[in-house]
């Protein structure tokens, strides 16, 4: 059985197709969406809620624009995953910020995605480990 790439992602059989309206349209809406959420401080899983609505709407320009299947469950989990992905980096990404900038006094940034606790204890201070 012969599968290529373009086929597994996208019913269009063309990458080009995909990576237009799956990745830059869906994948940069779910950006967006992602940084709205950790912006009003709901829950990470708000995002995963979202994100099958908004892998609806993609499926759906697939439809109207390039005739692709509306109704196919394996194409729709594609766009689902790419929505969740983008979706993911935008929601990590603006809740590190968050934590840095408003609470500064505790957090500081431990990578693009993360941070970690201040430790401000003087050299001194610190117990000596073995």
């Known amino acids: 059985?012969?599968?290529?790439?373009?086929?597994?992602?996208?019913?269009?059989?063309?990458?080009?197709?995909?990576?237009?309206v799956s990745v830059a349209m869906g994948g940069g809406a779910a950006w967006l969406a992602g940084r709205a959420i950790a912006s009003t401080w709901r829950p990470w899983w708000h995002l995963a809620l979202y994100?099958?609505?908004?892998?609806?709407?993609?499926?759906?320009?697939?439809?109207?624009?390039?005739?692709?299947?509306?109704?196919?469950?394996?194409?729709?989990?594609?766009?689902?995953?790419?929505?969740l992905a983008f979706g993911s980096l935008g929601f990590h990404l603006t809740r590190?910020?968050?934590?840095?900038?408003?609470?500064?006094w505790i957090h500081e940034r431990a990578g693009p995605f993360r941070w970690r606790r201040r430790d401000d204890t003087p050299a001194a201070d610190r117990p000596k480990s073995e």
Do not use: N, W
Not at 4 to 18: K, N, Q, R, Y
Not at 56 to 81: I, Q, T
Not at 96 to 104: C, E, S
């Open 51 to 83: 994100m099958l609505l908004l892998s609806a709407a993609v499926r759906f320009l697939h439809h109207a624009l390039f005739d692709g299947k509306f109704l196919s469950l394996h194409y729709y989990l594609v766009d689902y995953a790419v929505c």
């Open 96 to 104: 590190a910020t968050q934590m840095v900038t408003r609470y500064k």
């Open 1 to 20: 059985m012969h599968v290529s790439i373009p086929e597994l992602v996208s019913d269009e059989h063309s990458l080009a197709v995909f990576f237009l």
